[in-house]
């Protein structure tokens, strides 16, 4: 009869054991979920078009809203003809349609490594066997100039029209598109 009772409290200790680290297992798993509830930026910047709300559970992946970023660029589509001069490090000028045309100044970056059509949904299919050329466009990355009047006022989507002055005297200008 001792016996029994004490296999029956070592069968017991060994279930609330396993009740114990069960418990634990999920303070655990309850502290990952409290860090989750705290959503961060991956850089600084400001919200926009903001669709979540607070208490809204959210899976991962799930947009929420839109970061702008604080370090803004211009990103000007010039013709391919245009690109023929073009280096990264020239100066650029480029006029901002929605603040009254005023002109800004900055850096070309970068060359964007294809086309705009070759990232658009909907490729274009030439196999009618009718060909027409057409120039493409190269989005070109510009840094703009800091300390500049106004320059708070860009957003993105703005309508710009960039100029660069190219060492042998000619401008190339993109026309807003």
Known sequence: MAEQD???IVVNRRSLEATVESAKASVALAEIDLQNTRVTAPQDGTL???TGRIGQYVSIGTQIG???PNDVWVVANFKEG????????QKVAFTVDALGHRRFTGTIERFA???GSE??????????????KVA???????AIDPNQPQIDKLVPGMSVVASVDLAQGRAASSDGK
Do not use: C, W, Y
């Open 6 to 8: 004490l296999n029956t």
């Open 48 to 50: 926009g078009e903001v």
């Open 66 to 68: 839109s970061l702008v």
């Open 82 to 89: 245009q690109l023929d001069g073009m280096e990264a490090g």
């Open 113 to 115: 490594p294809a086309t």
């Open 119 to 132: 990232f658009s949904v909907i490729k274009s299919d030439n196999a009618t066997g009718n060909f027409t």
């Open 136 to 142: 493409q466009r190269i989005p070109v990355r510009i």
